[in-house]
């Protein structure tokens, strides 16, 4: 690809905060990361306004309270707006496509549940979400990434801590295998 596509996913923890918010948008913007994944922002309507004059290019948004849940997909100015689209949000799911000169990418922005009870419905919903809103255009160019609430594998992904789920484990590693996924941090880190 000769412009390669910088991606970003992160789990902010909040983006309520004006200090940290501003800081954290400088970043992206001068680090040239064109699409950024962020989860967990506590960003309801009345913030997003703000969020929207100071990233002033495309933004997909799922609206959280003001101590949990949302999250959203930003575009860099880099990439025309009207190559970017919203296909589908939920409180827990953003899937976007982007054309870009390799073709269109389908960009899948999870936030997982942090209740073991609630992982795997929620599992089967992404599945049947992404087949349903993606695979009728094949899924050459998936981007899945986002906080899923669990590990790939219970002894190399934990340090400290409890094990997950094995039920929710598998279920990620079958959809994962399902929808053709690489999953980058074991290859950069297979040990």
């Known amino acids: ?34 699409v950024i994944a962020l989860q967990e922002t506590y960003i309801t309507k009345e913030k997003f306004k ?27 100015k880099s990439l025309e707006a009207d190559k970017v689209q919203q296909v589908y949000h939920s409180d ?4 976007s496509s982007l054309d870009h000169e390799e073709g ?10 942090n209740k073991d ?9 992404l599945e049947n979400t992404i087949k349903e809103k993606v695979r009728k255009d094949g899924l050459i160019n998936l981007i899945c990434m986002g906080d899923f609430n669990t590990v790939m594998d219970n002894e190399m992904d934990i ?3 409890n094990t997950h789920p094995r039920d929710t484990v598998d ?21």
Do not use: C
């Open 117 to 125: 009870q609630e992982k795997m419905q929620f599992m089967n919903q």
């Open 104 to 113: 269109t990418f389908h960009i899948v922005n999870v936030y997982s549940p």
């Open 92 to 95: 827990r799911i953003i899937i």
């Open 171 to 191: 279920k990620l590693n079958n959809l994962t295998n399902q929808l053709q996924l690489t999953y980058v941090w074991r290859v950069n880190n297979p040990k």
């Open 159 to 161: 340090i400290t801590g």
């Open 1 to 34: 690809m000769a412009n390669k596509l910088n991606i970003l996913t992160l789990n902010v923890q909040g983006l309520r905060d004006d200090k940290k918010r501003k800081t954290m948008l400088r970043l992206f913007k001068k680090e040239k990361i064109h």
């Open 50 to 76: 703000t969020l929207g004059k100071e990233w002033v290019w495309v933004i997909h948004f799922a609206e959280g309270t003001k101590r949990s849940k949302g999250h959203i997909t930003l575009f860099d």
